[in-house]
């Protein structure tokens, strides 16, 4: 019995202790040594050792008093369980552990995506940089004729496209284009460089047959005699290439511009090398279309047109008066250049030579159809050309096929090419003095105004048989070249009165049209001369706008800065001939010699209006109408010597407009450095 109860008692003490070590476990705690079944029995208080003796205690704190007295007692002791809001702790604990390995999981997972995305946008903003180095060799090449050079420029733009489409259309730009705020920057980029891969893809394979076909070095004029070879075969392949690019140039400024460091700047750079690119290859799509048959290269028959020498120094809104009047005829490519006459030498209509329309009348007069002199007092070319085909053709009886003006820096630009010609003994006109001269020093000359018309008739034909004549295979580029810059200048403007050659002339800067399509906004602003003496030498002029405001409905507002600064001063003023201050020229009234007197007329874009406007005068425009549909506002401006007159005009445009820039069209400078 003495044995069993032994037993007995030694396995209670060993479950009791087995309970503590349990709890321990649970509490993270330890109350007691782990000494074993011996250390639960020394809890005892009837077998504690005396104060003296040298015995370590066990830490009994975390135990119940009524626990301790049961264990001496030799009870069995209640089993402690854990408060619910110790269970919460310890799940607490482990969440926040999990919480923390995914949030630094989630951290590496987005420091590698940013890290490849970061390369990413480096490769992509290396893409589109080689490609915009293409872009801009093309039209290079286009006008130096050098065929190996288009090629490596085309082949550098459609590489630099594919490498940047292949980066844009993987999955983490994917991915990256629906986050919020910074997708939209993401899909600008990816929107862009798909816009040039369309490109890259439907228009370069057709611009390089194109090139297969015409050299611009082959494109020459010999002894009067115009070639163009494999011109007209290239046509297809321009015109489609063109129409690519053309829409690509459209989308791309419906495009937001992107912020993402690496690639914005060189998205902005590639969209302006790939504008110059769309618009000489557009030019050079009309060109193939349209000059066969208006050179008569396809021997479809003899061509007169009416060319017209403009005189800058009596500003109209198309270039100046419209001087000199003679005719080029063109037959199997020969050009025939006939004699020149002044407009004071044709006789004024006793009624309209075309059907009148009323708003045209009522904002330039009712002579601007009978009378030779006032025909491009409109700035809306098609129309003064055709008014001055009517006028010639009623006072010659001769049928005119289309109407070209010039004016005497398209002349300089050409002999600068060409070299100088001789227009007397004591006379040589060339690419450095031919605007200042016919524009400024003759009439220091004190010739009498019918010989300054003669001595601009005869300039106006010398000067173009030369250039004629002069032209060979060798200069043919930088004739191309000269034509093509003065033309963006507004220096050479050309209409034809058949209906499919008109329609490749349209909408570009060769048919000086006014801007009637809302999509396209533009802003015009054209002078006309009202002192009627040639004072157009010391008019400086300065045209700029701004954007200020975007509307909900996406139409955009921009405020257009006119600056007009009359340079003659009131010493050289008392020197100058009447003929050039208009003293006694004027009809109805007269101006003080060294005044400026000018209207400035202001389109509205096509589909907006004219919103304000501030005068440095406190007045405002003299009258507001529409012309061509399109809303105008015109001011006459009276400047003494040495002064300044300043207009801001704030101008709406369509909301269909919404994300494209405006435009300026404004009256050809005579100075190309006043802008």
Known sequence: MTDKKHTKEHAKEHDMAAQYDDRDDRDGESPMTSSGPSAVSSTAPAAMPSSGDDVVRPDLSGFAQDALDDISQGAMPKRRRMSAEHVARIHRRRRIRRVLTFVLALTAALAAYGAYMGYSALQVKRAVAEASQGASAIPAAILSGDANAMRTGMNRLSDGIDDAYAQTSGMGWRV?????????????????????????????????????????????????????????????????????????????????????????????????????????????????????????????????????????????????????????????????????????????????????????????GGNLLTKPHDVNFTPDYPRAAAIAKAMWEKEHGQTISGVVMIDPCLLQNLLAVTGGVHITDTLTLDGSNTARYLLHDAYLENRTPAEQDALFATVAKQSFNHILHAADGSNSAALLNAVMTSTTQGHLKVWSVRAGEQEQLHDTAIAGELETKPAEPNTGVYLSDGTQGKMGWYLQRSVASRKTRTLASGAQQYVVDVRLTNTVTAAEAATLPDYVTGKGMSEGYDVNPGEISTVVYVYAPAGGRLVDWTFDDGKGFDTITTHNGLTVGARKVTLKPGGTATLSVTVQTSERAAGTAMTIHQTPLIKENDQ
């Open 176 to 364: 990256l284009g629906m986050t919020p705020v910074l997708g939209d920057d993401v899909n600008a980029v990816r929107d862009t460089v798909a816009i040039m891969h369309d490109v890259s893809v439907n228009a370069l394979p057709q611009l390089e047959r194109a090139a297969g076909n015409i050299s611009v070095k082959s494109i020459h004029v010999d002894d009067g005699a115009v070639s163009m070879p494999g011109l007209a075969d290239a046509a297809d392949d321009l015109s489609q290439a063109s129409r690519v690019i053309g829409d690509a140039e459209i989308d791309l400024g419906h495009v937001p511009q992107p912020h993402i460091a690496q690639v914005a700047d060189a998205v902005a750079d590639a969209r302006g090398r790939f504008t110059i690119l769309a618009g000489q290859v557009d030019v050079a799509a009309r060109i193939a279309n349209a000059a066969p048959t208006m050179l008569d290269l396809d021997d479809s028959g003899s061509r007169t047109y009416l060319v017209i020498a403009q005189n800058n120094a009596e500003i109209r809104p198309t270039g100046g008066l419209p001087g000199s009047w003679g005719t080029l005829t063109v037959d199997g490519g020969r050009l025939t250049l006939g004699d020149f006459v002044s407009e004071s030498t044709m006789p004024q209509q006793t009624k309209p030579v075309l059907d009148a329309r009323n708003d045209e009348v009522s904002l330039f």
